[in-house]
């Protein structure tokens, strides 16, 4: 009956194309063109701007919660994309809904695969701590997997938005706030959502969000405004948005935020002239929920007829949640004030994507039953999260060689609610089954453990629960691990803190665990960089494991136990105190350089230290670093090379994130006293060392003016190459 209903409408669709017209989605682009001119000619105004229309049902990510009835305004060829429909069954039924239409242009479907899908992988600002781009790209294409077969076309994922402020809640969504590196992993994630061909139904489209600039609110409250010279937007906060257009990124997402005064979701300088005419952007915009209409929210519009006017005239092709195009844009084309080209523009890089993600060719390749009962929670997935989670794990203390604990462990005696929460294990914004997720708890009972568990602390009171019970726990075990940290839903969006540190009860919980002589390892449980200045001090292991996702539990042990021996960086400086907040590694010198007293950029009553700096992360072996090398290169592009000798100088196998910082000693605008510009992870055998070269080309020295334009200035540069921000050793160059 199904396949019969399958044939029925995908004949339909096929009749409803023009004759002659490919409908073969790995076909060149000069097919395509001609198959959407063909489509374009037979559209009427109405059916044009319904395909820029998307809507959800009942989902909700935002405040403007209009339900309308879906299937018939689809029907009558009004909506071009559905928001939070997932699932075979679901999806199949709205397409059904759209081959109803008069042209039977498919629905495009897109959800937040932030990451992973059923099978839950860490938080992305976890995974960034891998410094592994193939596990990074393996992530997504992992969540791409699962997400397209479960009927789904698109994620509004990756996003790429730098942040110093780890008061933003949203931090635990992207790479952190280094530009560069946020790049790489930005490309690593189109990649892995996109793979080499849209046709192929293991991939989706991906979409960069959220432009530009979001990741800069002031005072770290989401949403907030963003004011920066674009000399500084250019350097630290654009790069990650550059890359993820470079590296084919089929979409774009506006920020609800403005920048410079101006709502990016009407901002032509973003959306326009740097985004489709400088990048030659050739996918499509869409807006982030309802951020349209929130126009008139800003005071920009003053209505919902002149925030479509403003958007669409600025280059924002589709309007999430609110109805400001299908209200007004009609009118507004008749009128004369939006001309047609801009909305003809708008439709063919919608109908584009469609198409090449072969739609019009089966507007139901992505719906298959089968595929979805084999895909969704495989295996493979579940071994490709706890591999992903295991490289994000970072080792921040390790007194003693505590850690890896010995297999004559037995008796554990764990402690913190969130050991044991499944749905804390999967993180904020998840779409992980969290029935399916393994946590530590889990995880220690499995491997045979006797675990005797206690909550310790109650979150929700903020206070330390049955003391005396707990110590006499710790006391009769061999090992103390203990659970601290936030509660998944503390970070996300609409969830920024104003005070990010650990409360002192939960820290005081760890100090009296401590003092029981027994060995404690703290297992710090966050999606932001948190402050914990007790227990960094008193405790004598601590890992940071985030939110690991469904394989948290095994990838946790396989840590504690060194049968993965943690390689993790962090990708965010953690603050000592919150009046440090927006932290960042690559400040400038100012004219009275940071220093620990006298006429220098500092506080008077806290240290400009952070807790943890950038780029920091131990291992259960150590490494040695020569001085670093830089030799001239012949090479074309290339002015130099820096190497440096990395060596293994302990008893295990382990993986090293070897790094390169440069700092430009004099420009012709002032330059941060270090910038990551080149980072290697390497796997070294005991007393195995390895020559890791790093070439010096433009993307090394370069920085854009203060027109936004990327210079390379002759002169004096110093090379830093170590094991994190701080930790490095030098050599220097000159331009000539
Ligand atoms: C978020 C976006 C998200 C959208 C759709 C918004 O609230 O800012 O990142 O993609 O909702 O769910």
Redo the contacts with the bound molecule.
């Keep these: 009956m199904r396949k019969i209903a399958f044939l029925t409408a995908l004949l339909a669709a096929m009749v409803a194309q023009p004759v002659g017209a490919t409908l073969n989605a790995s076909k060149p682009d000069n097919e395509m063109n001609r198959f959407i001119s063909n489509l374009m000619k037979q559209m009427t105004l109405e059916e044009k701007i319904g395909q820029l229309c998307q809507m959800p049902d009942g989902?909700i990510?935002?405040p403007d919660n209009t339900q309308v009835s879906l299937a018939p305004l689809i029907s009558e060829g009004k909506i071009g994309s559905l928001?939070?429909v997932c699932g075979v069954a679901e999806t199949r039924k709205f397409q059904d809904a759209a081959m109803k239409s008069q042209l039977k242009i498919p629905l495009l479907f897109g959800m937040?695969v932030i990451h992973g899908y059923t099978t839950g992988f860490p938080l992305p600002l976890a995974e960034a701590a891998s410094f592994d781009l193939d596990a990074i790209e393996m992530s997504a294409r992992c969540a791409a997997r699962e997400a397209a077969a479960a009927g789904l076309h698109w994620t509004?994922a990756p996003?790429v938005d730098i942040s110093w402020d780890a008061r933003w809640g949203r931090v635990m969504e992207g790479a952190g706030e280094d530009p560069y590196y946020g790049a790489k992993v930005a490309a690593a994630r189109v990649k892995g959502f996109q793979g080499e061909n849209l046709a192929d139904t293991a991939t989706i489209l991906s979409c960069i969000?959220?432009f530009g600039g979001y990741g800069a609110p002031m005072a770290g409250k989401d949403y907030n405004s963003v004011d920066m010279s674009l000399s500084h937007f250019a350097n630290f906060y654009m790069p990650p948005y550059k890359a993820g257009a470079e590296a084919g990124a089929a979409t774009f997402?506006s920020a609800?935020s403005d920048l410079n005064n101006v709502p990016c979701t009407a901002n032509s300088f973003l959306l326009r002239d740097l985004l489709k005419n400088q990048w030659g952007f050739e996918g499509f915009v869409v807006s982030?929920?309802g951020s349209v209409g929130e126009l008139m929210n800003h005071r920009y519009a003053s209505d919902s007829r002149d925030a479509a006017l403003k958007a669409i005239s600025a280059g924002l092709d589709m309007e999430?949640a609110t109805q400001c195009y299908a209200d007004n844009l009609a009118e507004l084309v008749k009128e004369g004030k939006v001309p047609m080209k801009i909305v003809d523009d708008a439709v063919r890089r919608i109908l584009e994507q469609k198409y090449r993600l072969g739609l019009f060719e089966d507007p139901y390749r992505y719906c298959n039953e089968e595929r979805e009962r084999e895909v969704i929670g495989s295996q493979k997935s579940r071994d490709e999260a706890r591999y992903v989670a295991e490289r994000s794990i970072v080792l921040l203390k390790n007194d003693h060689n505590i850690l890896p604990l010995s297999p004559d462990v037995k008796k554990v005696a764990l402690v913190g609610a969130l050991s044991k929460s499944k749905r804390d294990m999967c993180g904020s914004w998840t779409c992980a089954d969290v029935d399916q997720t393994v946590t530590l708890y889990d995880a220690l009972i499995n491997r045979g453990l006797t675990v005797d568990y206690s909550d310790g602390y109650d979150m929700e009171q903020n206070r330390i629960s049955n003391l005396s019970q707990t110590l006499a726990s710790a006391r009769e075990s061999d090992v103390v691990i203990v659970a601290m940290g936030e509660r998944a839903s503390y970070t996300g969006?609409m969830a920024s803190r104003g005070d990010i540190a650990i409360s002192d009860e939960q820290q005081r919980l760890v100090a009296e665990l401590v003092k029981t002589g027994k060995p404690v390892v703290v297992l710090l449980m966050c999606g932001r960089p948190v402050i914990f200045n007790q227990v960094k001090e008193e405790a004598p292991a601590i890992l940071c494991t985030w939110w690991l996702g469904s394989e948290a539990g095994p990838a946790i042990t396989n840590v504690l136990w060194g049968e993965y021996n943690p390689s993790g960086k962090l990708p965010m400086s953690f603050p000592a105190h919150n009046g440090q907040i927006p932290l960042n590694y690559q400040y400038k010198s100012t004219g009275r350089p940071t220093a620990n007293g006298g006429w220098s950029t500092r506080y008077r009553d806290i240290t400009t230290e952070p807790a943890y700096p950038f780029g920091y992360g131990l291992s259960y072996t150590t490494f040695d670093y020569s001085d670093p090398k830089v030799e001239a290169s012949t090479k074309p592009g290339e002015y130099a090379t820096v190497s440096v000798e990395v060596t293994n100088t302990g008893k295990r196998k382990g993986e090293e994130v070897v790094q390169l910082y440069v700092r430009d000693e004099v420009a012709s605008i002032t330059r941060p006293i270090k910038e990551l510009k080149g980072f290697e992870k390497i796997r070294l055998e005991p007393g195995e060392t390895r020559i890791v070269t790093f070439p010096i080309t433009d993307e090394q020295l370069g920085f854009y003016d203060n027109d936004m334009k990327y210079r390379v200035e002759k002169g004096d540069f110093t090379f830093m190459v170590g094991s994190d921000s701080k930790n490095l050793k030098s050599t220097s160059f000159t331009l000539k």
């Design positions: 989902y990510t935002g928001l939070g937040d509004f996003m969000k959220h997402m609800f982030d929920w999430m969006e």
